[in-house]
């Protein structure tokens, strides 16, 4: 069975940090592009880092770049989130795609975790 179960989101302080793990069962998660999404309270989900399966080259949103680092082993990504904002609130799903054009486009990924929560508040 092809899945990709999260783990590691939780409420945390402004200026704290998360890491996130989504393990990988099924497939071959090292073959694949690997991303981060983020839906914020009443938004739409964006890609917020993302990972080529040729290169290891990443594309970053500027809204966590020098905060949030990705990264993966045979078949676990992780998501490293430091210095914590409010705004940094919301809905994070892993994802992975075989191919992609568009390397953080939501709409080219295949696979897709449930989902956790992270919430920065005082």
């Known amino acids: 069975q092809v899945q990709l179960v999260e783990s590691g989101g939780g409420l945390v302080q402004p200026g704290g940090s998360l890491r996130l793990s989504c393990a990988a069962s099924?497939?071959?998660?090292?073959?694949?592009?690997i991303g981060w999404f983020r839906q914020a309270p009443g938004k739409e989900r964006d890609g917020i880092l993302c990972?080529?399966?040729?290169?290891?080259s990443t594309y970053q949103a500027d809204s966590v770049k020098g905060r949030f680092t990705i990264s993966r082993d045979k078949n676990t990504m992780y998501l490293q989130m430091n210095n914590l904002e409010p705004e940094d609130t919301g809905v994070y799903y892993c994802?992975?795609?075989?191919?992609?054009?568009?390397?953080?486009?939501?709409?080219?990924?295949?696979?897709w975790g449930q989902g956790t929560q992270v919430t920065v508040s005082s």
């Open positions: 099924g497939f071959a998660l090292e073959y694949y592009f």
């Open positions: 994802a992975a795609a075989i191919m992609v054009a568009t390397m953080c486009d939501g709409d080219e990924y295949e696979y």
């Open positions: 990972m080529s399966n040729e290169d290891n």
